[in-house]
């Protein structure tokens, strides 16, 4: 079962940065449209930034100018790199793919596991 793994997130202090990785765990796999999500304790679970395969992002204004959404098709990784990082961007962040599978044709959209990234002093 092929998954999206996480990787990136920890402990930082406000003005600081952190570099969110999301790959899929199979190579017969490939991420056509990408996104991140946060999710803060008893809040809902909000879009942060969305990648469609054609190239063009978009972000939620909290974060435009400080995020930035990436990906690396020969690694079959997303990032998210967050700079000028503020309290209020601690949350759970989940990477979400539309994965297309080579063999069958067939695209599915998965989750990650979610990382937690705390902004604190």
């Known amino acids: 079962q092929v998954q999206l793994v996480e990787s990136g997130g920890g402990l930082v202090q406000p003005g600081g940065s952190l570099r969110l990785s999301c790959t899929a765990s199979?190579?017969?796999?490939?991420?056509?449209?990408m996104a991140w999500y946060r999710q803060a304790p008893g809040k809902q679970r909000e879009v942060v930034a969305t990648?469609?395969?054609?190239?063009?992002?978009n972000y939620a204004d909290s974060v435009k100018g400080r995020f930035t959404i990436s990906r690396d098709n020969a690694k079959n990784t997303v990032y998210l790199q967050m700079n000028s990082l503020e309290p209020d961007d601690t949350a759970v962040y989940f990477c979400n793919a539309d994965l297309y599978h080579l063999g069958s044709s067939t695209l599915r959209n998965y989750w990650g596991q979610g990382t937690q990234v705390t902004v604190s002093s």
């Open positions: 199979e190579s017969a796999f490939r991420i056509t449209n």
């Open positions: 990648g469609i395969s054609g190239e063009s992002t």
